[in-house]
């Protein structure tokens, strides 16, 4: 099978009778505006209910399994705070992210009178998306899932349950960002839970069960612990049975693992192609450079907002982005 490049795509729209405005409807009734963006796709909502799951399982673990068990009140206390802090700041991000309307082209408007409004000059052409019957700006792409076109379309995500475009990649970006933080950080604690249970507590009260009156003295356990059933763990480790517990723990260290290396190789491409200003489309599309080349520093300051500042790092500062060059319909 012949491939057919992808400016032949652009040559065709060019034509006038593929316009066709007279096929194109406006929405009978217009999303008002403030209306909240929210994509109805059972795979994407099936995938942010399983993040928050996630997110949530692994906040139980910390707390009720590693923190709050802990006589150490100082590590639980600043480990708390942290942890709850960044994991707070992901479900916001996520929040967001899903929420938040990614650049949607408003649809249903290459009609006759919209077109006739460009007032087009002579050897200027417009793109239409056959699929939305919508004129596409530059760098506009067709969501098959949003069932929109939306503006510098990297990707669609499900596990935020929307794509992620010139309006939210801030968002999906701290999102990524909170998610490998709260994974390398859960790991970092199960790795010291495991050294301080395993070495100075667990194994130790099952080799005094074992050992003689003397020993057991030396080991500050009375005659009448001595006597009582078998227990492995200790307050200080785990309100859970020592299964219960392991099994908490491993399956938490598969999450974090997972998770980690995933969200990080994510929150790289993203921060890749914001500073190269090509996004995941046009990275795979190949797509000609049409637009004009910026610095790393001003590509980043497109998306997080101008001027630099605390907000870039915070999911409930909306990007100022400064007196941007709007995307044209027209070339």
Known sequence: ?????????????????YLQPEKCVPPPHPSPVGTMWFIRDGCGIACAIVTWF???????????????????YVYSIINGIVFNLLAFLALAS???AMLTDPGAVPKGNATKEFIESLQLK???????????????????HHCSVCKRCIRKMDHHCPWVNNCVGENNQKYFVLFTMYI?????????MVGFHFL?????????????FGVTREETAEARISHHEKDQPLKVSSSECS??????????????????????????????????????????????????????????????KAVFGHPFSLGWAS????????????YQYVV
């Not at 996630?54 to 150490?72: G, K, N, Q, T, W």
């Open 94 to 96: 996520h929040c967001r």
């Open 122 to 140: 002579p050897g200027q052409v417009v793109y239409k998306c056959p699929k939305c019957c919508s004129i596409k700006p530059d760098r506009a």
């Open 196 to 208: 301080h249970c395993f070495e100075e507590d667990w194994t130790n009260l099952l080799h005094t």
């Open 315 to 326: 999911p409930f500062a909306t990007p100022d982005q400064g007196k941007a060059d709007p």
């Open 239 to 300: 309100s859970f049975s020592p299964p219960t517990t392991v099994i908490l723990l491993i399956l938490l260290c598969f999450e974090g693992l997972l998770f980690l290396i995933f969200t990080s190789v994510m929150f790289g491409t993203q921060v890749h192609s914001i500073c190269t200003d090509e996004t995941g489309i046009e990275q795979l599309k190949k797509e000609e450079r049409r637009w004009a080349k910026k610095t790393k520093w001003m590509n980043m």
């Open 1 to 17: 099978m012949m491939l057919i490049p992808t400016h032949h795509f652009r040559d065709i729209e060019r034509k006038p009778e």
């Open 180 to 188: 490998a933080l709260i994974s390398l950080h859960a790991l970092i």
């Open 54 to 72: 996630l997110v949530l399982y692994a906040e139980f673990v910390v707390l009720f399994v590693m923190l709050i068990p802990s006589r150490d």
